[in-house]
């Protein structure tokens, strides 16, 4: 849909040999990304993680995993992992949070947002083993 500002691809991580895949985002600076996935069964007043790494060539904003109330969207609730920005090598990336008692499930996105004042320049992001697991289990 925005063919000049953002691509993606899986490619070769070069990471461990467990983690063999990632997903490649080729972004423009001024592109609001977030690529999501709609996780269900959350046990209210569990605590869980979510977890995994990424790499940045030339990204402009702050790179992260995202959570939203899967219901509500982040005005429910919203949580971010530490941030990677600009060029860093496979950076571990978690959080652990519990959900509240009205959220079955939760919205993890892949995410850098960005404003229209962001530069136009591209940046490539790499996302690899991204996992949401209940906390006591890893």
Same mark, same amino acid.
Request: overall charge negative.
């Given at each position: 849909?925005?063919?000049?500002a953002?691509?993606? =691809?899986?490619?070769? =991580? &070069?990471l461990?040999?467990d983690?063999?895949?990632c997903l490649? /985002?080729d /972004?423009a600076?001024?592109? #609001?990304? &977030?690529? #999501?996935? #709609? /996780?269900g &069964? %959350?046990?209210?007043g569990q ?7 990424i790499?940045?060539?030339? /990204?402009a &904003?702050? !790179?992260c995993?995202?959570?939203h109330?899967g219901?509500?969207?982040f005005?429910?609730f ?6 990677v !920005?600009? !060029?860093?090598d ?10 509240s008692?009205?959220m =079955? =499930?939760? !919205?993890v996105? %892949? ?7 962001s530069?136009?320049?591209p940046?490539?992001?790499?996302f690899?083993?991204?996992? %949401?697991?209940p906390?006591?289990?890893g």
């Amino acid at each position: 849909q925005y063919p000049e500002a953002v691509t993606v =691809s899986q490619e070769d =991580s &070069g990471l461990t040999p467990d983690t063999p895949k990632c997903l490649r /985002v080729d /972004v423009a600076g001024n592109f #609001n990304l &977030g690529i #999501n996935q #709609n /996780v269900g &069964g %959350l046990n209210p007043g569990q605590a869980y993680t979510c977890r995994g790494y990424i790499k940045t060539q030339n /990204v402009a &904003g702050e !790179t992260c995993l995202e959570l939203h109330h899967g219901e509500k969207g982040f005005k429910g609730f919203m949580k971010r992992t530490q941030t990677v !920005t600009g !060029t860093a090598d496979w950076t571990w990336v978690d959080l652990t949070f519990t959900p509240s008692a009205d959220m =079955s =499930s939760v !919205t993890v996105l %892949l995410r850098r947002p960005a404003d229209a004042a962001s530069p136009e320049t591209p940046g490539t992001i790499w996302f690899a083993r991204c996992e %949401l697991f209940p906390a006591d289990a890893g």
